[in-house]
Nanobody, 128 residues
Framework: VQLVESGGGSVQSGGSLRLSCEVS????????????WAWFRQPPGKGREGVAS???????SYADAIQGRFTISQDNAKNTVSLQMNSLKPEDTAMYYC???????????????????WGKGTLVTISS
């Protein structure tokens, strides 16, 4: 599975950004339905943390820090997973990564060790 992120950039506090993750490399559509997707972020000088995840059935899970501000979604026709980020804060500044895993139980808790595939990341910078 290959993952390519896009949509990062610099915005002021209170602004919005939409990140996209293009997914490819599945040998069959049935295999794809076993996968789940997640967004992680790594702030400067800090460790990587889970932000949001979504199962093949559209079921989402969110980290407390972004609850109510970020929305994860997937477009199966376009093979993309998106993260809509609203009411952005300076503390949201980070490199954002898309990740994939087989089976929802791996994505639900958003643990790095459970993810099978990673993108290279897209940088989000929020100024105050």
């Amino acid at each position: 599975v290959q993952l390519v992120e896009s949509g990062g950039g610099s915005v002021q506090s209170g602004g919005s950004l939409r990140l996209s993750c293009e997914v490819s490399g599945f040998t069959s559509s049935s295999l794809k339905t076993t996968y789940c997707w997640a967004w992680f972020r790594q702030p400067p000088g800090k460790g990587r943390e889970g932000v949001a995840s979504i199962g093949s059935d559209g079921r989402p899970s969110y980290a407390d820090a972004i609850q109510g501000r970020f929305t994860i979604s997937q477009d199966n026709a376009k093979n993309t997973v998106s993260l809509q980020m609203n009411s952005l804060k300076p503390e949201d500044t980070a490199m954002y990564y898309c990740a994939a895993a087989k089976y929802w139980y791996r994505c639900r808790t958003m643990a790095q060790v459970d993810m099978n595939s990673w993108g290279k990341g897209t940088l989000v910078t929020i100024s105050s």
